[in-house]
Each structure stands twice: as structure tokens, then as C-alpha cells.
């Protein structure tokens, strides 16, 4: 007799890192509920719209810091990043370079930075935090030195009006199907960068690095690389939050992207995804954003105080981590009992 085929439903349920990405879309339909029931107009269709208009950021900054988590690693230069793409792409618009050129270069400087990080940590081996540090003072030195410390004028004073109100159509304010292009955008890089940590080679070197990186070694990963690529799609996905901060303003903000780097860690460890290393799915990331964004527009709706959202979301953060430490530790006892 052939082997047993086991029940679709456990199947899924046993994907790495799935129960705690579930888990996080429930407490997302619990938390939005909550809301909507205390405050009627959080269930108003341009309050979701606008929901995840605002929730897209937080989905691509932890996108980018889920691939550092799953490593073992952190990017404290994330935010600084985002910033720096902002001011850059804004300054050479308000120049009157075209916003494609603009974004490519503006591309190209966000990528070097993870390019060094990736040297930094997986070459040099220092400290991911220490490493990270360095370069989010440099990035956002580079974000007050472009414009000459000061924000740059509209970009609509450099390339024109109908070319900003292009640009910022495309990256905020416009629609297609009624969504606005801000959640497009991001759900269609989520998408790609899904497809690249659960189906191809490039994500299963990930997450080896993550979970045994002497192991991997001798797997024949090569640290060096895969940390280096981990550390592109963050700086990659700063860029684009960048440009997506510049389109919403209309102009750069030396200090955009601020402690955005924390953003991504909360989503990423509200959604499962391990900071220690090795363990997570990016759907998780999803959800995270979702959580942390619902919890700050019902707070916002009801009328609670700024204090009072950063700490619920400081306890739920800590939680999080709280409890995939005590989950390793129950798996690691199982292990040393079997």
C-alpha cells in the first residue's frame, strides 16, 4: 500500500512559520471589528481605503526588514535609507531631471547602501547592529547634505506640473480599481519577494543562514552573497518607500523615514517572523502591517492619545518576541528529550 496522504488542511498548517502568520490575520479581523464596533466610520470604505494606503508603507519597510530578520540579522539603516531616497529623487526632480531618471538614480545610491551592508556583515562580520548604525547615520547625511540641510522645494518647480502630479498619482494619490496605486505597488513587490523566499534557492539559503549559518557553510552557501542580497531587497524596498513618501508631500523631507527601521521590525515579529533568526514566513510581514496600521487608525478614529498607541504597540512587540522565545525553547526541550 502506498503511503498515507496527509490532510491538506495540516499540510498547510505545517508551512514554516504559517500558524503564527494566521494567527496575526485573525488578531487583525479582531482588532479592526473591535474598532468598527466602538466607532462606526472605521467600517467606511474610505477609511479602508485610505487604511491601506497608509498600511502599504508599513508592508514594503517589513518586507525589506523580514529578509534581515530571517538571516539572524537587523538593518538599523532603514529608515535613514528611506529618507535619503526621498531627498535625492525630490532634489534632481526640483532640478529638472524626469522622475524615471530621477528614480533610477536615486535607485542605484539606496542599493549601495545595502551592498555595503551586506559587505559590512556577511565579509567583515561585524555586528549586524553596529554595521547597520554606521551606515543609518551615513544615509541620513546624505539625506540633509543633497538639498544643502534644508527640504527642497516642490517638485512641481522643476519637472512641471503635469509631470509631478504624474509621479504622484502614481505613487499616492492615484487609483485603478478603486484601490489607490500605493497598495498595487506594494502588494505587487510583496508578491514578487514572496515568490523569492518560498520558492527559490536564493530564500532557501536565507533562511539556512538564519538557522544554522556553520551549517550553511558547509552546505555550500555562500554567507557573503545571500546577506548581501537580503540586505538589497531591504534598501530596495526603503527606495520605493522613499518615492512613495516624496509623491505623498510633493517635495523631500530631510527627516522622512524616521525610526521607520522600528516599523519594520514591529511588523515583522507581530506577523512571526523570528528576529533571532531562521524561522518566519512573509505573509506574516502582511500581517503585521495590517495589525500595526489598524491598531493606529481605530486608535486615531476613537480618539486616544499618541502615547497610548506606542505602547500597545511597544507590549505587542514584546510579546511577539516573548513568545517565539518560549516556543524555541518548548521545540529545542522536545528535541534534547527525543
Known sequence: MGAKKQNPLRRFWGIRGMPSAMIAFVAWIVIFAVFGLRERSVFSMANIMNLLRSMSKYLLI??????????GNIDLSIGSTVGMSAMISATLMTKTVSPILAALITLACCLSIGMINGFLVGKCQLPPFIATLGTMFCAR???YIVNNNRNTDAIASGIGKPAAKAFE????YGKTFEIFNTFWVAVVIFAVFFFILSKTRS??????IGSNVEAAKLSGVSVFTTTTKAYMVSAFCSFVV?????AQSGMGNMEAGLTYEMYGVAAGVIGGISPLGGTGLLLGAFAGAAVW????????MIGAQVGLQRILIGVIVVFSVLLDVVVRRGALSKRRAA
Open 203 to 208: 530564500g532557501r539559503h536565507i533562511y539556512a
Open 169 to 172: 498619482n502614481f505613487f499616492y
Open 141 to 143: 547625511g546624505v539625506a
Open 293 to 300: 496600521q489598524t491598531l493606529e487608525n481605530g486608535l486615531n
Open 62 to 71: 517589513g518586507i525589506g526588514q523580514s529578509y534581515i530578520l530571517i538571516t
Open 242 to 246: 522613499g518615492l512613495i513618501l516624496c
